[in-house]
Nanobody, 116 residues
Framework: QVQLVESGGGSVQPGGSLRLSCVCS????????MGWYRQAPGQQRELVAQ???????NYADSVKGRFTISRSNAKNTAYLQMNSLKPEDTAVYYC??????????WGQGTQVTVSS
């Protein structure tokens, strides 16, 4: 079974930065358009950034200009650089393919907490 493993989360103050990584256990990763999703307590999971297999990107309005998604197909890895973090960015962050439902099983996610 293909696995996704997210890492890089943590606790930061408002205005801080974090870089998240998502490693896929299979090279099939390079064929997929990928997304970073987040889920805050009591809220539905939402898509915040997406990248095609060829590298084209798109962002939710709430993170545009602050977050940058990228990928390394050679490393089967997706990244999310998060700058100028705000308390409302606090959530568990996941990666997966685009689509409803996504094609792969969800990983455990990585917690991001933004607080002073």
């Amino acid at each position: 079974q293909v696995q996704l493993v997210e890492s890089g989360g943590g606790s930061v103050q408002p205005g801080g930065s974090l870089r998240l990584s998502c490693v896929c256990s299979d090279s099939i990763f390079r064929n997929y358009n990928m997304g970073w999703y987040r889920q805050a307590p009591g809220q539905q999971r939402e898509l915040v950034a997406q990248i095609t297999w060829g590298g084209s990107t798109n962002y939710a309005d709430s993170v545009k200009g602050r977050f940058t998604i990228s990928r390394s197909n050679a490393k089967n890895t997706a990244y999310l650089q998060m700058n100028s973090l705000k308390p409302e960015d606090t959530a568990v962050y996941y990666c997966n393919t685009l689509g409803t439902p996504p094609r792969l099983s969800w990983g455990q996610g990585t917690q991001v907490t933004v607080s002073s």
